[in-house]
């Protein structure tokens, strides 16, 4: 899997845009950027993923630059409840048309976001 | 909530003994993956099954570590002679595979432990 660089914290004004950048520039061209947060003391959540196209849900949207080396997640109105870690991933999902992907999330530790009142 | 349950949440225990932790998946999820995280630190994976078949082991994963799923449904993970250096939160996930579009892990609440 590529490895991702991501800042290690980040503070962000309640009810603005938070915006959360991740590095992965040896990305390969079949692997899928992921982002799952953590809030304090529960398990990873799934947020969102992309390959090379803009995706957007009801949590958030990505933006992954055009020559797929790093991508931004955008949490449009931060509320404190967004309080967590980010992770931003990289992987081949399974199963890949050669048979399986690369089964395992692999964790860096994240940008820990604070959405300040 | 996403579906994935896990007892207990917390265990306190002390050297030398045993532990093991229960995890309950997504009822349609035919994977399941365990992962540790210890402070500070993201989530590292030690191992994951396909229905009851047992597919990858990290070298995490020391003789003292086994985990099971024996029908294709919960899964067990046993600590046995439990050493102060295995506490931490021990997460398990699941996913469908193939699923129609692309394999999303959804994680449990986690099972913190702590060994005196």
């Known amino acids: 899997d590529a490895k991702t660089t991501q800042p290690t914290s980040m503070d962000c004004a309640e009810g603005r845009a938070a915006n959360l950048p991740c590095n992965h520039s040896?990305?390969?061209?079949?692997?899928?950027v992921y982002w799952y947060r953590q809030i304090h003391s529960q398990g990873p959540q799934y947020i969102i993923h992309?390959?090379?196209n803009n995706e957007t849900n009801e949590m958030a949207s990505l933006i992954i630059t055009e020559d797929r080396k790093s991508s931004t997640l955008i949490l449009p109105h931060a509320t404190l409840r967004d309080t967590a870690v980010y992770y931003c991933?990289?992987?081949?999902?399974?199963?890949?048309?050669?048979?399986?992907?690369?089964?395992?999330?692999?964790f860096g530790t994240g940008t820990r976001l604070t959405i300040i009142p | 909530d996403t579906g994935v349950s896990q007892d207990p949440r917390h265990k306190i225990t002390k050297r030398g003994q045993n532990v093991t932790f229960r995890c309950d998946p997504i009822?349609?999820?035919?994977?399941l993956y365990w992962y540790r995280q210890t402070l500070g630190q993201g989530p590292e994976f030690l191992t994951y099954f396909q229905n009851e078949a047992q597919l990858e082991k990290s070298r995490l994963l020391s003789d003292r570590f086994s985990a099971e799923r024996p029908k294709g449904s919960f899964s067990t993970l046993e600590i046995q002679r439990t050493e102060q250096g295995d506490s931490a939160m021990y997460l398990c996930?699941?996913?469908?595979?193939?699923?129609?579009?692309?394999?999303?892990?959804?994680f449990g609440p986690g099972t913190r432990l702590l060994v005196l």
């Open positions: 991933i990289v992987r081949v999902p399974p199963p890949s048309p050669r048979g399986f992907g690369n089964e395992k999330l692999t």
């Open positions: 040896t990305i390969s061209g079949n692997e899928y």
């Open positions: 009822s349609e999820h035919n994977r």
């Open positions: 992309g390959l090379k």
């Open positions: 996930a699941s996913s469908l595979v193939p699923s129609g579009s692309l394999e999303t892990q959804y």
